[in-house]
């Protein structure tokens, strides 16, 4: 068992965790980092203490542009990418801007709890679409954009995680993300593309991005350095075309903010400027499939009759069905009792009751062995809550 004198947000102690999307504690390039700080604050020292541009540090926008343009074939320019506090600011910004109060949002289902959170509380209208393995369900989601803008109520947006869904693990194929761009063109919709697991793929590249399949219109792609280097950073990017970003640039929180991160921003450039993003990236993607088989190794080992999973190609997840006789809530209590916590799958519905027989396993913060302790000891209380139904 892990012990940790500070533990990250939602981490108890004496526990072993599957409950949230925490990076590998070992996989963060302290030295490296270290060593760009020192850097960044023997040539930009006075710099780093003062308010930013709007847009965001000038030379990290271009790294970042630059490392798209390359690994994507994109044409990114200075005026596609503005700088942002996390995924988090770009969301929440973009819900403030795009859709506001009464305004109707697509969503995947299920979807990330967080983003859910977000646009409660700018009080929009959610519509959920159900998912397959291959991503929304294109013709249920037509069926509820139709009779939405029947009704005069025409979605604004669609948010998806089409990488390594958060919380699936699911990848939308190519062919699902032009089919929902077509019908985003046709009913006037954006589609905020939330790719922040991009770079943890252990089977190749994903497909072309919405951004990239729409040639940057209508679309709005988020991306941050807290999944690939280090979310403490509080640190990430948007890119959409001009006219978008610049909305973004010239609101009323950014004006006032002075720039997203300045500090940070400048540490992350000289970060980038070393060239070791690359083999960190490597690294990385080593790191998390090997946790990912040992993962889905011991579920196939342990796990009783009649529980399903995904099998991710990337990212952090796993997204357990129960069978039906097996309510996650009754999971949660004994695997607690026991030392282990999880996230049900209630929180990542709409509508919490269509989450009773899931839940979701994040296999990127617990050691390998507790990995496959805490699915031996889930695949145990499985067992014991399924003959005493």
């Known amino acids: 068992m892990t012990h940790i004198n500070a533990l990250p947000q939602g981490i108890e102690p004496n526990m072993i965790s599957f409950s949230q999307g925490h990076p590998d504690r070992t996989s963060f390039p302290v030295a490296d980092l270290e060593i760009a700080a020192l850097t960044a604050f023997g040539s930009r020292a006075v710099t780093m203490f003062e308010y930013g541009p709007l847009q965001g540090e ?25 700088i942002v506090s996390g995924s988090t600011h770009g969301i929440d910004m973009i819900c403030r801007l795009f859709v506001g109060a009464g305004g109707g949002i697509l969503m995947e289902s ?3 709890r967080d983003a859910i959170h977000i646009f409660r509380d700018h009080k929009t209208e959610l519509h959920p679409v159900p998912m397959d393995e291959n991503g929304v369900i294109i013709e249920a989601m037509t069926e509820i954009v139709k009779r939405l803008s029947s009704e005069g109520k025409h979605p604004k947006l669609f948010y998806t995680i089409p990488n390594f869904h958060n919380p699936t693990g699911r990848t939308t194929t190519e062919e699902r993300r032009r089919e929902i761009l077509d019908l985003g063109r046709r009913f006037g919709f954006i589609i905020l593309e939330d790719d922040v ?9 994903p497909p072309p991005s919405y951004f990239a399949l729409a040639g940057g219109r209508d679309v ?8 690939n280097l280090a979310p403490g950073l509080r ?30 921003s400048h540490i992350v450039t000289r970060y980038l400027e070393s060239g ?36 991710p190609s990337g990212g952090y997840f796993l997204w357990i069905t129960l069978p039906p006789n097996v309510t996650t809530s009754a999971l949660q ?14 929180d990542f519905f709409i509508h919490p009751k269509d989450g009773d027989h899931n839940f979701r396993l994040a296999y990127s913060f617990a ?23």
């Open 333 to 346: 209590v004994a695997s607690a009792a026991k030392k282990v916590i999880f996230s049900v799958g209630s």
């Open 367 to 389: 050691e390998p062995d507790e990995l496959e302790e805490g699915i031996r000891i889930l695949a145990e209380t499985i067992e014991e809550l399924t003959h005493s139904m």
């Open 220 to 227: 709005l792609r988020i991306g941050s350095f807290s999944k």
């Open 58 to 82: 000038t030379t990290l926008i271009t790294h970042i542009a630059d490392n798209l343009n390359r690994t994507e074939d994109l044409n990114l320019k200075h005026e596609d990418l503005m």
């Open 110 to 112: 299920p979807t990330y």
């Open 276 to 311: 070791k993003w690359e083999a960190h990236i490597s690294k990385l993607r080593t790191i998390y499939r090997n946790r990912r088989d040992i993962a889905l190794s011991a579920l196939e080992r342990f796990m009783p009759t009649g529980v399903q999973w995904t099998v």
């Open 235 to 264: 640190l990430g990017w948007l890119i959409g075309a001009p006219e978008l970003i610049g909305t973004c640039v010239n609101c009323g929180t950014t004006e006032m903010g002075g720039g997203a991160n300045p500090f940070v």
């Open 197 to 205: 697991y991009r770079d943890i793929s252990f089977e190749g590249a």
